[in-house]
């Protein structure tokens, strides 16, 4: 038996293991669905990672080159090449091996699967099906990992900051995008990133969406909804990402459909007490550093609840993304005499006004607000009091 | 000097192959694509019919019946998978729970004894996550989900195992009948051969006016839009849910598919293109609408996938099949093409009248098992390393593919014989290591080149 077994060997499934690694838990098992251990950050080539975490800056490769030594050193158990498939109630993991399917047992789960980016199809961007048309993450991959070339003159659409970091990838290994398209009237990544595309000369289209991809075997052009047409070999989707939450979907976890995740209580414990989650699985989408500080808190909880220490989920209050708000994680809180911990939100709209939690009539909680929608938007619930006649407080939004 | 040139390697082509192989005439099969199932067959909703609604007493009717019967019984020899759906016809109006007994009559008529009306309370039984908004339905327990890609392989696998010549990227562009025999001008070189079996599909009007100064019939394209749900949505559905059919088309359909999806559509749209497969925005929202609309479940569920298929349909409803001195034309074969493909080959092997000898013991070669349902690679030891996650596609399964007698001609055939890329990340985490993996091997590569440090 396992004591924990942590599916997903990125930033926040290596910190949830160092972490239990250090409070004493003997057998911690990271169960890795590629050959190596270090998630996204693997082929990020660029910097700045690791900072908080090591006091260093490293780029994406060496950072993850890092976690991975680390996890060794701490004697976590890594098992690499090992998909799960299947989470059963209770801690028992359906999981395909190259030596044949196999069962593991554990007496918590933590998922830590991160996120991606919604692929084309996601988007309905129509049109036909050439070759060519990738997120960034694919990009990256083939540069970073296989050393090859998707495409030569590629369209990137998105200007969060993957699509920025995305101009830098193409540049750095002789791709030349064509332009930027951006649905927004303006970047979405924070001034002065959103002067990267005029810094290297590639023009940005804003207000502009692709309306249809052209191409034969090969992207050849894209039609935009103005009805301009940008001749390139590739389109390059960038940002946009999604919790990788398919094996909590697919099994008796509940997931919360504004952040894509599973829903969790102020310890990161799903509906199934005997599962926990952390990192980017959680909402989209954070840094590797806040994914890593994450992983150790919520390790942190796991280790307590292993000694006896957690409060029973039973009775819990739900939280509901009111107004304005496409989600609040955690979704459900369990009762404690203090609550400590910071809400996390995102709004629907960019908003300036109040941010308010509520039960029923009473107000538990108001701060001034002005933010976007990309943005991490952070309350503190420390020292809110929940009313224990209480069955679920609402966060929303008011002028 | 072949005795059958089949032209068109889509499911029809495939199967006409096999069947004229597997009689002992000496087939060859031009396909001008880079690899098999290029047109019309690479696009479409994966279901062997019954024919309960097809037009009594037609030739369609007819082969999709002898289609679905040598389905079943061939299909354990080529690994072939089968998924007992049933499909209920669904009434969501008064209107259309009017044509209910029509519909019900017509399959009893069509010979399909197993089909009954069933009551609201019936269907919800069955599936309780559909919308408690229909008023009727006719279950037809028969109607079978299939893998619409693996069977044609299988079909052109055997004739390749027992002696036929596939020529891929191979176009005819000319042809001259004399003295009984075709001397067939292709892209690759002249084929001669006795008959020519036109299977071109969307170009089968343009291909017998080249081949014969006119065309008897002229193909009227009509695109089908599909949307695919993610994984999650498969547990929401059981069975095929049909809508009650219009003069034109059989309708939106809202059904499992053998790799453990959902799938909406098809749209019917006229066009004038014959290649032009393209998707938008707007009728993809409404597909995802229309899904949601009578499976509810789906809402806040991923979508996988978006494609459309361009139906070979001509200006009158019927299957075009005619014959003349060497040359039977297997045209306007519009949205039945994959249950009745093996049902046309024994027609045309009908039609043909051939006296050639069977090949006495047939070879069966077995196709990989891609069905959710079915014994996947995976599940053996020694494959390697999983490639697609989505897909739980492995590097054994992908080497395969990239070799043997047919090996993948491009990405698309790649992905249509391992599911790789077909996922809900579409690439994101596998893309790179399928252009690695497959350099070198198509003429449209993934890479267009090594990347500058």
Partial sequence: ?399 | MFDVAVVGGGVVGCAVARRFTLQGARVVLLEKGADILSGASKGNSAILHTGFDAPPGSLELACMQAGYTEYLEIRERLRLPLLESGAIVCAWSEEELAKLPGILAQAHGNGVAAAWMVTPGEILAREPNLSACMLGGVLVPGEHLIDPWSAPLAYVLQALANGAEVRRDTEVTGGVFAAGAWRLETSTGPVACGTVINCAGLFGDTLEALLTGAADFTIKPRKGQFVVFDKAAARLLRSIILPVPTERTKGIVVTPTVFGNVLVGPTAEEQDSRTDAGTDEATLRMLAEKGTEILPGLAGMGITAIYAGIRPATERKEYRVRQAPGYIALGGIRSTGLTAALGLAQHAWGLYAGAQQPVANPIWPQVPVLAEHGARDWQSPGYGEVICHCEMTTSREIEAALRGPLPAGDYGGLKRRTRAGMGRCQGFYCNARLAELSAGCFAAPLAVGGAHD
């Fill in chain 1, 1 to 399: 038996m396992i004591d924990v077994a942590v599916i997903g060997g990125g930033p926040a499934g290596i910190a949830a293991a160092l972490a239990l690694r250090a409070r004493g838990v003997a057998r911690v098992a990271i169960i890795e669905r590629e050959g190596s251990l270090g998630g996204v950050p693997r082929h990020c080539g660029h910097p700045p990672f690791g900072l908080r975490e090591f006091g260093r800056i490293f780029t994406g490769p060496a950072y993850a080159r890092r976690l991975a030594a680390k996890a060794e050193a701490a004697g976590v158990e890594i098992l690499l090449r090992h998909s799960v498939l299947g989470l059963k109630p209770g801690g028992v993991l359906d999981v395909a091996t190259p030596e044949g399917p196999r069962t593991v047992k554990a007496l918590r789960v933590l998922l830590a699967t991160g996120a991606r980016e919604a692929p084309r199809s996601a988007r309905l961007v129509g049109g036909a099906r050439p070759l060519g048309v990738l997120n960034t993450g694919a990009l990256q991959a083939y540069v970073h990992l296989q050393g090859l070339a998707p495409f030569a003159r590629p369209v990137v659409v998105g200007t969060e900051l993957v699509g920025l970091s995305a101009l830098v990838t193409c540049r750095g290994h002789g791709i030349k995008p064509v332009a930027v398209v951006e649905a927004g009237n303006r970047a979405t990544a924070r001034w002065p990133l959103g002067l990267l595309p005029r810094l290297l000369g590639i023009p940005v289209h804003y207000n502009s969406q692709i309306a249809e991809i052209r191409g034969g075997a090969r992207v050849e052009s894209v039609l935009l909804r103005d009805g301009t047409v940008l001749a390139c070999d590739g389109v390059l989707l960038t940002g946009q990402f999604l919790p990788e939450a398919s094996l909590a979907r697919l099994s008796h976890l509940v997931v919360d459909a504004g952040s894509g995740g599973p829903a969790i209580d102020q310890y990161g414990r799903c509906s199934d007490a005997a599962y926990f989650a952390a990192g980017n699985l959680l909402r989209p989408v954070e840094t590797a550093g806040w994914s890593f500080r994450e992983g150790a808190a919520i390790a942190d909880y796991i280790a307590d609840d292993l000694a006896g220490g957690l409060p029973s989920a039973e009775g819990g209050v739900e939280v509901i993304a009111g107004e304005g708000l496409k989600f609040v994680v955690p979704q459900r809180l369990t009762r404690v005499t203090q609550l400590r911990g910071l809400m996390q939100l995102r709004v629907n709209a960019p908003v300036r006004g109040h941010l308010r939690v509520r039960a029923g009539d009473e107000m538990l909680a108001r701060q001034h607000i002005s933010t976007r929608p990309e943005r991490r938007v952070l309350l503190d619930m420390d020292g809110i009091k929940i009313p224990s006649e209480v069955s679920r407080i609402v966060v929303d939004i008011a002028p």
